[in-house]
């Protein structure tokens, strides 16, 4: 188990929130984010089954040309952001048209997130954020999440 995985599995712990909007965007500054679906669904929290991968799809409208972006993602815990390990860091192996992406088109990003069986049962905030190399975020969501059985 990385260091930031079990940090998150612990830090979650004692963790609870209430529901929030389907998603909120946190500051996208180079994409204006059209749609977001987790497990297929776009209402209501998240459900993140514990010891399987959640999906997650997020459809965007490009601002700026850009040819490597990095997935980042941080479980919000008591408003504290902890970072969490994604499967595949590189975001552009996540994006169905394949970087580099052009302005004012339409692109899918498409992950999973790994939902391990030790986290414990309750809801949080995941965000997710795609950046560029200077660490900008081109899109920037949070979207309510719970841990379930």
Request: proline share 7%; aromatic share 6%; charged share 15%.
């Amino acid at each position: 188990m990385s260091t930031s995985n079990g940090l998150f599995g612990l830090i979650l712990i004692g963790f609870a929130t209430t529901t929030l909007a389907v998603f909120k965007d946190c500051g996208s500054k180079e994409a204006t984010v059209t749609k977001v679906l987790c497990n297929g669904q776009d209402s209501g929290p998240c459900q993140l089954k514990k010891g399987t991968d959640a999906s997650l799809e997020i459809d965007f409208t490009s601002k700026t040309s850009q040819s490597q972006l990095t997935s980042v993602v941080h479980g919000i815990l008591s408003g504290v952001p902890v970072p969490f390990s994604p499967t595949d860091t590189n975001a552009c192996n996540g994006i169905v048209e394949k970087c580099p992406i052009a302005p004012n088109n339409n692109y899918s990003f498409k992950t999973s997130l790994p939902v391990k069986s030790i986290y414990p049962s309750l809801r949080l905030v995941v965000r997710w954020e795609i950046q560029d190399p200077s660490s900008t975020d081109v899109i920037c969501i949070e979207l309510p999440a719970e841990i379930v059985s």
